[in-house]
């Protein structure tokens, strides 16, 4: 269901180190998931995708991970720079409909 | 630059006042959306198009209009908003029928009801 006034979890690491985001989806028909990133006064913008019959899936500096047993899906991002503090959405989405459904995202701080 | 332009990118309005939010895709997307995103909530889906036939309305407020009056250009009509409205209202588009269906999405417009 929907949440009223979340407070969004917040994750904050040192320039230079990794970054592990997080992220929970609820049903086990989803097939296809997307991460994206939002920065402050832009829209979201997609990061990375995988479908469920891979686990693990890399660009650059990016990795996801994908558990269905479990229905989590991680983002690691390597070497985190300043410019990557934003906050980051997971979407599922199952079969060939157009509706992806949006987590609640979790704001990245980068420390320099 | 994401192919996705919105307009206006802010907009403050009264309760009793007309307006309307504007988005074109250059991008040869088939389908179009509006998002509503409020503070600390997840992205809620507005309004769903495809080959410009409205194919999702989830539970919108009819204060809230969409119109496609073809598959590059969407709007959204405001009339008598309430303060609750404010957001910020994301337009996206994507091509329907792959399987994967990234969203492309807009800046945003930045609405405020007094």
């Known amino acids: 269901g929907e949440s009223v006034g979340l407070h969004l979890p917040t994750l904050s690491v040192q320039e230079g180190d990794n970054s592990i985001i997080n992220c929970a989806y609820s049903n086990s028909a989803s097939d296809y998931f997307i991460w994206y990133k939002q920065e402050s006064g832009k829209g979201p913008q997609f990061i990375i995708d995988i479908r469920s019959n891979m686990d693990k899936r890399q660009g650059q500096r990016v990795t996801v991970l994908l558990n269905k047993t479990v229905k989590h899906l991680s983002l690691q991002i390597a070497a985190t720079q300043p410019g990557d503090s934003a906050v980051y959405f997971c979407?599922?989405?199952?079969?060939?409909?157009?509706?992806?459904?949006f987590g609640a995202g979790t704001i990245l701080r980068v420390k320099s | 630059e994401t192919g996705v332009t919105q307009t206006p990118r802010h907009l403050v309005m009264g309760m009793t006042n007309k307006k309307s939010l504007k988005c074109e895709q250059h991008l040869g997307h088939n389908a179009m959306y509006w998002y509503k995103q409020s503070a600390k909530k997840p992205l809620e889906l507005m309004f769903v198009?495809?080959?410009?036939?409205?194919?999702e309305n989830n539970s919108v407020p009819s204060r809230f209009s969409p119109e496609c009056p073809n598959s590059s250009h969407l709007f959204l009509h405001l009339h008598t908003l309430q303060p609750e409205d404010s957001a910020l209202y994301l337009c996206a588009s994507s091509q329907e029928g792959t399987h994967t269906g990234e969203l492309f999405f807009g800046e945003g417009s930045r609405l405020t009801v007094l």
């Open positions: 198009y495809n080959f410009k036939e409205q194919t």
């Open positions: 979407a599922e989405k199952s079969g060939y409909g157009n509706k992806l459904v």
